[in-house]
């Protein structure tokens, strides 16, 4: 299979399971807290955030080591392959047991850090517990998708990936039907992730036979690969450190109910950002080649074809969830959260700005990769003190005037420094041809719905009627702005027939 039919399997595959991601999340917060309360449910959310912290010890290798496992494979150079993963399982193994003593140790100052009751404090000590045996697992296996997903077999990594997805589905309704309390689902929910790990091996196996799974520190290849990857870290800390303390510092500055209303907001928002991370996902491995080959016709393809159809989507669901958002909201988790729609309909729209994912996987391809780590030390920084100051007067509100500040730090940055002098990617272009039409038409359609008076009283009919009249007139007149060449690209992933490049 080519590699345009791989990359389009992972983005049907990828999308499926956000689909299964979406539904859960829609599903898990309202269930959650009629059952365990909203203060109670916030414990989770801040347990998670503090734990997710801890991934910034990946110190850039994942992205490092994807990029050089899909290099070496494609020159054949399957000794350096082998001993980068042994090496990976080494170096990971480690940081899992470092992020273990880390929770343990957290857990015993959680009552001096965050506004919590005696009986909370109790509750988060024991997800830390869940956490800390869970990241051993986690970060030890956490290298075999990079060796999967150099191998561009996406599709199956999303495949596999629903075997857990379904199982936290599960254990959500017998955490409700059973009364299970949240310990049990945090422990239930955390492992289910492990359960696919004999088939991850399995693929690893067939694909790349030749690797070894016994864990051995090789410092000539760490020391090749380190350089790529401490320019990958530098970046990705600040990035990593705003969207990962903002909970924290939610729980810090705010109350824990504020907690809970980031993760309502948070819950919403992120099944739209997330599409975005699936196209970036699928590109990646392909786009790595496609740089080191220097195929100028498939690098200017990704740059404004595949960034106008990530436009595309996001701008479907950003601004269909704003036409049904006062809807959703109500059936999701009750009418008096409507106070949450204003700071939600600012929060969808700014997940237009990752539409930049697809250029973002040639900067990480190539190796001009150090102005990005100043914009966004930057960025994250202005992001996080704004919010700071903002969150214990406006709560919420104050993370969306963070939000606010970074996004356009970052874009100014993208459009006016980095894509025009390091990409040799033409801004207007991308702006024009890749992003502003699907966003003014998202928007038109938005503002036409929500100002029609549609007179039907049930709300699950309501929320229905609105959707389907976002989606068929976004869909339609889709339809009608597309080429040739979109459409047969397009229906060849509906089809999942084989494309053919012009």
């Known amino acids: 299979m080519g590699s345009a039919n791989k990359i389009a399997g992972g983005v049907v595959w990828s999308m499926l399971v956000n689909l299964i991601n979406g539904f859960y999340g829609f599903i898990s ?36 080591n994807l990029r050089y496992y899909a290099k070496w494979l494609t020159n054949n150079e399957d000794n350096k392959v082998k001993t980068l993963f042994q090496s990976s399982l080494a ?21 001096q850090l965050f506004h919590l009751t005696p009986e909370q404090d109790i509750i988060l000590k024991e997800l830390l517990y869940i956490l800390a045996v869970s990241a051993l697992i986690s970060w030890y296996s956490s290298c075999f998708d990079q ?6 077999n996406v599709a199956w ?18 955490t409700i039907w059973c009364n299970l309390s949240i310990e049990w689902f945090f422990f239930l929910t955390t492992f289910s992730a492990f359960i696919i790990l004999p088939l991850s091996v399995g693929k690893i196996k067939k694909e790349v036979a ?29 990035q990593f450190s705003y969207n990962n303390l903002m909970p924290v510092i939610v729980g810090m500055r705010g109350s824990i109910e504020s907690v809970a209303d980031y993760r309502i907001l948070y819950g919403i928002t992120g099944a739209v950002t ?61 009418e008096e959260y409507l106070y949450l729609i204003s700071w939600l309909n600012i929060w969808l729209f ?35 003190v704004v919010a700071w100051f903002f969150i214990p007067k406006y709560q919420i509100g104050g993370v969306v005037f963070g939000l606010i500040t970074y996004n356009l730090v970052q874009q100014v940055f993208w459009y006016f420094i980095y894509w025009p002098k390091y990409l040799n990617v033409q801004s207007k272009h991308v ?37 389907l009249a976002f989606a068929l007139t976004y869909g339609v007149i889709i339809l009608m702005m597309l080429n040739n060449k979109d459409k047969e690209f397009i229906f060849s992933l509906i089809s999942k027939k084989r494309y053919k490049k012009p």
């Open 147 to 152: 060796l999967i997903r150099a191998t561009e």
């Open 210 to 238: 030749f690797v070894s799974f016994m864990p051995k520190f090789n410092w000539p290849i760490l020391k090749e690969t380190l350089p790529y990857a401490l320019n990958i870290f530098s970046f990705s800390i600040f």
């Open 274 to 334: 997330v599409f975005a991370s699936v196209f970036m996902g699928a590109l990646m491995p392909s786009t790595v080649k496609v740089v080191a080959s220097d195929n100028k016709d498939a690098y200017y393809r990704i740059a404004y074809d595949a960034t106008k159809y990530i436009s595309m989507v996001l701008a479907f669901c950003a601004f269909g969830m704003m036409t049904i958002g006062k809807e959703l909201m109500t059936v999701y988790v009750g």
């Open 350 to 384: 700014l997940t237009m700005t990752n539409h930049n994912q697809a250029l973002s996987t040639i900067a990480l391809a190539g190796t001009k990769i150090r102005p990005i780590t100043y914009s966004s030390a930057i960025a994250s920084i202005a992001g996080l």
């Open 29 to 64: 917060v309202p269930l959650l807290i009629n059952h365990f309360g909203k203060s109670e449910y916030g414990l989770i959310g801040l347990a998670m955030s503090i734990n997710v912290y801890m991934q910034l010890m990946d110190m850039g290798f994942n992205n490092t």
């Open 157 to 174: 990594i999303q495949k596999r990936t629903v075997i857990p997805k379904l199982t936290m589905i599960a254990v959500l309704f017998i």
């Open 91 to 111: 170096f990971y193994g480690s940081i899992g047991l470092i992020n273990a003593l880390i929770l343990v140790v957290l857990s015993f100052f959680s009552a």
């Open 431 to 467: 702006f024009t041809y890749s992003l502003l039409p699907y966003l003014l038409l998202g928007f038109a359609i938005y503002l036409i719905i929500s100002f029609v008076h549609i007179p039907i009283q049930n709300i699950w009919v309501l929320l229905i009627v609105k959707g």
